[in-house]
């Protein structure tokens, strides 16, 4: 069964810093992107970055550049968000999710799973 498991949201102050995880199962992580979004209460769903895991490819989102890292390990099919600076419009639940193929056609066609999401707070 393909699971999406995301952990690591938590509650931080204006500035502070926090690291999403997502651990995928169930499928080769190496064919596919790994991206994460974001939904907070009463805004769209929002895609934030997006990682290529055949050849390491990095996408971001323009309020986010400069301050988050997406990143993944495939030996352990696991992929990262790095988030720096973070700031209260950033307060979301962000999921994890993955598409097979390259990030044009995931894109397009897309994400094929996707996790349940992890609570980011941001707040003094």
């Known amino acids: 069964e393909v699971q999406l498991v995301e952990s690591g949201g938590g509650l931080v102050q204006p500035g502070g810093s926090l690291r999403l995880s997502c651990a995928a199962s169930?499928?080769?992580?190496?064919?596919?992107?790994l991206g994460w979004f974001r939904q907070a209460p009463g805004k769209e769903r929002e895609g934030v970055s997006y990682?290529?895991?055949?050849?390491?490819?990095?996408y971001y989102e323009k309020s986010v550049k400069g301050r988050f890292t997406i990143s993944n390990d495939n030996e352990r099919n696991t992929v990262y968000l790095q988030m720096n600076s973070l700031k209260p419009e950033d307060a979301a639940i962000y999921y994890c999710?993955?598409?097979?193929?390259?990030?044009?056609?995931?894109?397009?066609?897309?994400?094929?799973?996707w996790g349940q999401g992890t609570q980011v707070t941001v707040s003094s």
């Open positions: 169930g499928f080769i992580f190496g064919d596919y992107v």
């Open positions: 999710a993955a598409g097979e193929g390259e990030l044009h056609s995931v894109l397009a066609m897309g994400f094929d799973y």
């Open positions: 990682i290529n895991n055949s050849d390491g490819a990095t």
